[in-house]
């Protein structure tokens, strides 16, 4: 029952690739019902990441994993990674990746609102990037090999981190359907407001997620075209990342948590206002 096989992890250059493909060929032979992952290997862009996908072009992989731990300004000019990736070919594992400061790689909510804007040219993206997962799981406190985690804990007591519930909105709110988006595009390498939307066929809701990088609180006009009208209410889910340096520890780890309240409609329309470094979502039903 195995659907998915990854050769290898982060390897690069000629002498690996040359040897690579009598391990593709053998289970293309054997188990073509397998969906194969290769590797663009350990960096995000440069000679050997572009050698890593000629390479998996080249050799048919269904997949290629695709790996970065960067600072905060690399995320910040990567927001529209996928948006302009070709369509034909391999598609894309975001299989490691997460956010930190230079100098500073342990979690903060400030790192944390970068990838949950990032994470919005994964979802407008999902012809192209069909799986993702967040760099390491588990840490404990007194023995870790790197940071930042998702989960921290100690023998008794356990900590999500800020990360953690960026992931978790995300996860439990994917949708079924990527919908259109019209959101005038902030500057690479600015911050500024990032957007993504979904429609969620069983719970028949639109799903729109929008994520302020920026210090000050922006006005939000949504408008869903086409929709003559909304239930009256809408359900919003913010996460607040305003304290830059904050996160959450085995000692306080509700420091940093998801809020839930309803929002009015109007019409086809929500007007709003997202704080700061927040991450904002919206689950809206027609009426």
């Known amino acids: 029952n195995m659907k998915y096989l990854a050769i290898g992890n982060e390897q690069w250059g000629e002498f690996t690739f040359e040897r690579l493909k009598f391990f593709v060929e053998a289970m293309r032979k054997a188990h073509p019902e397998i969906v194969i992952i290769g590797s663009s290997g350990p960096d995000s862009e440069g000679e050997n990441f572009d050698l890593g996908w000629a390479a998996m072009r080249e050799q048919g992989a269904d997949l290629v994993d695709e790996h970065y731990y960067r600072p905060v300004d690399w995320f910040q000019k990567s927001m ?3 948006d302009d990736y070709p369509r034909t070919g391999p598609k894309v594992f975001a299989g490691e990746y997460a956010c930190h400061d230079a100098g500073k790689k342990w979690n903060h909510a400030g790192a944390s609102i970068y990838e949950a804007a990032f994470m919005t040219t994964l979802e407008r993206n999902a012809d192209i990037v069909h799986m993702t997962a967040y760099a390491p799981l588990f840490a404990h406190v007194d023995g870790w ?4 985690d998702l989960i921290w804990f100690d023998n008794l007591r356990v900590a ?3 990360s953690y519930y960026v992931q978790q909105m995300y996860a439990r709110n994917r949708g079924t359907h990527v919908v259109p988006l019209k959101i005038p595009r902030t500057p690479v390498g600015e911050d500024g407001l990032f957007a993504s939307a979904t429609w969620d066929a069983q719970a028949e809701e639109w799903i729109v997620k929008v994520i302020n990088t920026s210090t000050e609180a922006l006005p939000v006009h949504i408008v869903l075209d086409g929709v003559r009208a909304l239930a009256p209410l809408a359900q919003a889910t913010t996460l607040d990342c305003s304290d830059y340096d904050l ?3 085995v ?3 509700n420091t940093i948590l998801p809020q839930q309240s309803p ?3 109007a019409g086809n329309a929500i007007t709003t206002t997202i704080g700061g470094k927040t991450f904002a979502l919206y689950r809206i039903g027609a009426k």
């Open 80 to 82: 529209y990674r996928y």
């Open 145 to 148: 090999q790197w940071r930042p």
């Open 263 to 265: 929002i009015q409609t």
């Open 251 to 253: 000692e306080e780890p």
């Open 247 to 249: 996160d959450n520890t």
């Open 160 to 162: 999500r981190s800020t």
